[in-house]
């Protein structure tokens, strides 16, 4: 049950509070200070009017002149201290926001982001902004309004009994308001949410798709679908501006008949002297403190929907599953040995899909050996390459690496003695930390050791900051041969036990790629390694070949160089 109720919007925000309960605790105990000290301002001037309709100006005027303004000075005092608790908690959910994402995105299962733009999804970090700011209004502005109006409510109940009434009415509307308009208010506002990173996501692939647009110089297709985004999302701000606006009409026809009502009832009071003037004058400057707080709820609702939009925007994040921990690591292997894998009747299907990508696969490669499996890109290769790098779990059959189940391998240590090129790519950042990656097994040695490896000396060299050159835009102005190079000099680094290529230098030189694929292949290089090609000079230098067509694999014998060429595929 409480598992549910933490599902709902309240239940997040609750959640939230609770993990910061020890600095909302002393936030609130400053505030709780302050609304006692800010009462002291009525219950003056009560004072003050008795001692002045008597005639009496003495050192009691002064003195409570003085309680006064020292009362407003620790009031602000506490306010400051208030908000570097705030603070606080804003620079504590940014960091743990951030670090809790940079931590879950790597452990993400690759099925359950099928269908996404990851990229796009975290754009969901942005609503961190929405939600510190939100949370700081809701715990110093909403905190001193609620103080007040209980600590108002209090102290009239002692100037008589009917101001109780007064109290418990007030109270019921303003729950009832909130209960009635709250969900609307609370949808509209993820809609809006929904098309502002909608209309985000299509200026993202605009400029990502720059050229296409510059080129279809007549196309209508950005201003036709910005125009659909902008719609939708201005006609979500009418709605929920709609709930606003009620919220804030219920509060003006509220306050005018309280207000009124309370004037009354005061004047009445006064005339059959069950108060005093100076009462009379404290109540109703403690009733326009209690209205004024009152308006401040309603008014900031929008906070509220805010933080709650926030927070139900940054879990879509939290709710994509992580892998599975596993215990059985690769560490026991001896430094050099080679691994053996195996595959016996593996099956795999795409969520929502009838067809099998991989049909009862058997396949048996030997420590060290060199295969190459052929097929076009929609044979299935790309499911067999994510299962045997632990990406895709949802398979049937065997997948053994060293006789060891994938299944009950820790995906981080297997990533360690695996390596693939398929869907690498460059990042904002020096050519030394593109190749590096901050692995703290990868000294510079390896890493001028692999780019040598792919050819990339002399390039290297030439480069006016060498190693430090910093690739903006993750290397977008680099020819596509250099960057797969570079991720090629990447992913050996390691000395991966296992390398997986897929069409491995398939932009560069065939000179460039023969002389990169003699070193992979010969002792220098001394792993396991799969090609994924139809590339022939790839093919003559395997051990075994096999053909992938339609998710079925089958075994080919190692074919003349003159063959090389009408293997069918």
């Given at each position: 049950?409480?598992?549910?109720?933490?599902?709902?919007?309240?239940?997040?925000?609750?959640?939230?509070?609770?993990?910061?309960?020890?600095?909302?605790?002393?936030?609130?105990?400053?505030?709780?200070?302050?609304?006692?000290?800010?009462?002291?301002?009525?219950?003056?001037?009560?004072?003050?009017?008795?001692?002045?309709?008597?005639?009496?100006?003495?050192?009691?005027?002064?003195?409570?002149?003085?309680?006064?303004?020292?009362?407003?000075?620790?009031?602000?005092?506490?306010?400051?201290?208030?908000?570097?608790?705030?603070?606080?908690?804003?620079?504590?959910?940014?960091?743990?926001?951030?670090?809790?994402?940079?931590?879950?995105?790597?452990?993400?299962?690759?099925?359950?982001?099928?269908?996404?733009?990851?990229?796009?999804?975290?754009?969901?970090?942005?609503?961190?902004?929405?939600?510190?700011?939100?949370?700081?209004?809701?715990?110093?502005?909403?905190?001193?309004?609620?103080?007040?109006?209980?600590?108002?409510?209090?102290?009239?109940?002692?100037?008589?009994?009917?101001?109780?009434?007064?109290?418990?009415?007030?109270?019921?509307?303003?729950?009832?308001?909130?209960?009635?308009?709250?969900?609307?208010?609370?949808?509209?506002?993820?809609?809006?949410?929904?098309?502002?990173?909608?209309?985000?996501?299509?200026?993202?692939?605009?400029?990502?798709?720059?050229?296409?647009?510059?080129?279809?110089?007549?196309?209508?297709?950005?201003?036709?679908k910005t125009d659909y985004f902008v719609s939708q999302y201005l006609q979500a701000r009418k709605e929920h501006f709609?709930?606003?606006?009620?919220?804030?009409?219920?509060?003006?026809?509220?306050?005018?008949?309280?207000?009124?009502?309370?004037?009354?009832?005061?004047?009445?009071?006064?005339?059959?002297?069950?108060?005093?003037?100076?009462?009379?004058?404290?109540?109703?400057?403690?009733?326009?403190?209690?209205?004024?707080?009152?308006?401040?709820?309603?008014?900031?609702?929008?906070?509220?929907?805010?933080?709650?939009?926030?927070?139900?925007?940054?879990?879509?994040?939290?709710?994509?599953?992580?892998?599975?921990?596993?215990?059985?690591?690769?560490?026991?292997?001896?430094?050099?040995?080679?691994?053996?894998?195996?595959?016996?009747?593996?099956?795999?299907?795409?969520?929502?899909?009838?067809?099998?990508?991989?049909?009862?696969?058997?396949?048996?490669?030997?420590?060290?050996?060199?295969?190459?499996?052929?097929?076009?890109?929609?044979?299935?290769?790309?499911?067999?390459?994510?299962?045997?790098?632990?990406?895709?779990?949802?398979?049937?059959?065997?997948?053994?690496?060293?006789?060891?189940?994938?299944?009950?391998?820790?995906?981080?240590?297997?990533?360690?003695?695996?390596?693939?090129?398929?869907?690498?790519?460059?990042?904002?950042?020096?050519?030394?930390?593109?190749?590096?990656?901050?692995?703290?097994?990868?000294?510079?040695?390896?890493?001028?050791?692999?780019?040598?490896?792919?050819?990339l000396t002399e390039y290297v060299q030439e480069l006016p900051n060498g190693l430090e050159t910093y690739l903006s835009?993750?290397?977008?102005?680099?020819?596509?041969?250099?960057?797969?190079?570079?991720?090629?000099?990447?992913?050996?680094?390691?000395?991966?036990?296992?390398?997986?290529?897929?069409?491995?230098?398939?932009?560069?030189?065939?000179?460039?790629?023969?002389?990169?694929?003699?070193?992979?292949?010969?002792?220098?290089?001394?792993?396991?390694?799969?090609?994924?090609?139809?590339?022939?000079?790839?093919?003559?230098?395997?051990?075994?070949?096999?053909?992938?067509?339609?998710?079925?694999?089958?075994?080919?014998?190692?074919?003349?160089?003159?063959?090389?060429?009408?293997?069918?595929?």
């Amino acid at each position: 049950m409480a598992s549910n109720t933490n599902n709902t919007p309240l239940g997040k925000l609750f959640a939230l509070l609770n993990s910061l309960r020890r600095e909302i605790w002393y936030i609130m105990i400053y505030a709780s200070i302050a609304g006692i000290i800010s009462l002291s301002l009525p219950l003056g001037i009560q004072s003050m009017i008795g001692f002045v309709s008597s005639g009496q100006v003495s050192t009691s005027v002064v003195v409570l002149i003085a309680f006064i303004l020292i009362g407003i000075m620790v009031t602000g005092g506490l306010t400051i201290m208030q908000l570097y608790l705030v603070e606080h908690i804003q620079q504590k959910l940014y960091a743990s926001t951030a670090f809790e994402f940079a931590h879950r995105v790597p452990k993400m299962r690759l099925e359950s982001l099928m269908g996404t733009n990851p990229p796009e999804l975290m754009n969901r970090f942005f609503d961190i902004i929405s939600l510190q700011k939100g949370i700081a209004k809701m715990l110093i502005d909403f905190s001193a309004a609620l103080l007040q109006i209980i600590f108002g409510l209090i102290l009239l109940s002692f100037y008589h009994p009917y101001f109780i009434f007064f109290g418990i009415f007030l109270v019921a509307i303003l729950i009832l308001v909130i209960r009635f308009t709250g969900p609307q208010g609370l949808k509209s506002s993820l809609t809006e949410s929904k098309y502002k990173y909608q209309m985000a996501n299509w200026l993202q692939q605009m400029a990502k798709s720059i050229r296409s647009f510059k080129i279809m110089g007549n196309s209508s297709l950005g201003l036709s679908k910005t125009d659909y985004f902008v719609s939708q999302y201005l006609q979500a701000r009418k709605e929920h501006f709609k709930v606003l606006v009620t919220q804030y009409l219920s509060f003006v026809g509220f306050k005018t008949f309280i207000t009124g009502g309370l004037l009354v009832l005061g004047c009445i009071l006064v005339i059959n002297q069950e108060i005093n003037i100076g009462q009379f004058v404290a109540s109703e400057i403690i009733i326009i403190l209690m209205m004024a707080a009152v308006e401040k709820l309603l008014v900031k609702l929008d906070v509220v929907y805010d933080v709650l939009t926030s927070l139900e925007k940054l879990d879509q994040v939290r709710q994509v599953p992580l892998e599975e921990e596993r215990n059985i690591t690769l560490d026991h292997l001896p430094a050099g040995q080679h691994v053996s894998i195996e595959l016996k009747n593996l099956s795999y299907r795409s969520k929502g899909s009838r067809h099998y990508d991989l049909h009862n696969l058997n396949l048996q490669i030997s420590p060290g050996n060199k295969i190459s499996i052929s097929g076009t890109d929609t044979s299935g290769k790309m499911a067999l390459i994510q299962i045997l790098l632990g990406l895709l779990q949802e398979y049937e059959g065997v997948v053994a690496i060293n006789t060891i189940s994938m299944r009950d391998i820790n995906r981080e240590s297997l990533h360690e003695y695996t390596a693939n090129n398929s869907e690498e790519s460059l990042f904002d950042g020096t050519l030394l930390e593109n190749i590096q990656m901050n692995r703290s097994n990868i000294s510079l040695h390896d890493v001028i050791w692999a780019l040598d490896m792919a050819g990339l000396t002399e390039y290297v060299q030439e480069l006016p900051n060498g190693l430090e050159t910093y690739l903006s835009g993750g290397g977008a102005w680099l020819p596509e041969s250099i960057v797969q190079q570079l991720i090629l000099a990447r992913i050996i680094a390691e000395k991966p036990r296992l390398l997986i290529l897929d069409n491995l230098l398939d932009k560069a030189e065939r000179k460039l790629r023969k002389q990169v694929l003699g070193r992979l292949t010969g002792n220098e290089f001394n792993s396991t390694i799969i090609f994924f090609s139809n590339d022939p000079d790839i093919l003559s230098l395997c051990d075994q070949i096999f053909v992938m067509k339609d998710g079925v694999l089958s075994n080919q014998t190692i074919p003349e160089a003159d063959e090389l060429t009408t293997i069918k595929i």
